[in-house]
């Protein structure tokens, strides 16, 4: 048994596992129900985990975690520029999202 993936965002957590059952790929979720009991536990155990239960399927499912967490940091993202770096197109300085010109030449995003 390994641990894949393990997030508080329940929707999250669903897109990697409608992607593994569309994979066959077998796993097992953890901490599903403790929401039901969620006062006394700490808040890092009632946050639910997805366990492969075969190996041999962890490169496999590795990637498929990849691309959701890519996808939903894109779809976070899409609703504002906050947290998201650019690249400057005159001079190819990374930018942090607080500029809106590049620090190094001066050019607009
Ligand atoms: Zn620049």
């Not at 155990?45 to 190996?55: F, K, M, N, S, T």
Request: one cysteine or more; proline letters at 2%.
């Amino acid at each position: 048994m390994k641990k894949l993936f393990s997030s508080e965002h329940a929707f999250e957590l669903q897109a990697v596992r409608s992607e593994l059952d569309a994979l066959s790929i077998p796993y097992m979720v953890k901490n599903e129900f403790a929401s039901g009991a969620l006062g006394e536990l700490p808040w890092q155990e009632a946050q639910q985990e997805l366990w492969l239960v075969d190996d041999t399927w962890f490169h496999r499912a590795s990637k498929v975690v990849d691309g959701i967490k890519a996808n939903f940091a894109s779809s976070q993202g899409g609703k504002g520029q906050e947290g998201r770096e650019w690249v400057c197109s005159s001079c190819g300085e990374e930018n942090g999202s607080a500029f809106e010109v590049c620090w190094q030449c001066g050019d607009a995003l």
